[in-house]
C-alpha cells in the first residue's frame, strides 16, 4: 500500500524534481521500475529477516515465556 502511495506521489511530482535528474528524463520506465523494484526489495528483506528468525522459535516455548 505504501509503495502504492508512494510511486502516485513521486508520479505528481516528477515535474518538480526535473531539475535533480541529470541523463534521465522524469518519465523513464526503466527509472521509475528499478526505484520501485529498489523498494520492493529492500522491504522483502526487511521482513523476511524477522519471520525467519520467529520461524526458529519453538511455538510451546513462545508460549510458555509469559
Not at 1 to 8: R, S, T
Not at 24 to 39: C, H, M, Y
Given at each position: 500500500?505504501?509503495?502504492?502511495?508512494?510511486?502516485?506521489l513521486?508520479?505528481w511530482?516528477?515535474?518538480l524534481?526535473?531539475?535533480?535528474?541529470?541523463?534521465?528524463?522524469?518519465?523513464?520506465?526503466?527509472?521509475?521500475?528499478?526505484?520501485?523494484?529498489?523498494?520492493?526489495?529492500?522491504?522483502?528483506?526487511?521482513?523476511?529477516?524477522?519471520?525467519?528468525?520467529?520461524?526458529?522459535?519453538?511455538?510451546?516455548?513462545?508460549?510458555?515465556y509469559?
Open positions: 500500500m505504501g509503495l502504492a502511495i508512494g510511486a502516485a513521486a508520479f511530482l516528477a515535474p524534481l526535473r531539475g535533480f535528474l541529470f541523463g534521465i528524463s522524469a518519465w523513464d520506465p526503466a527509472a521509475w521500475l528499478g526505484a520501485i523494484g529498489a523498494l520492493a526489495a529492500t522491504a522483502g528483506v526487511a521482513a523476511a529477516w524477522p519471520a525467519l528468525r520467529a520461524l526458529r522459535v519453538d511455538p510451546m516455548d513462545a508460549l510458555r509469559e
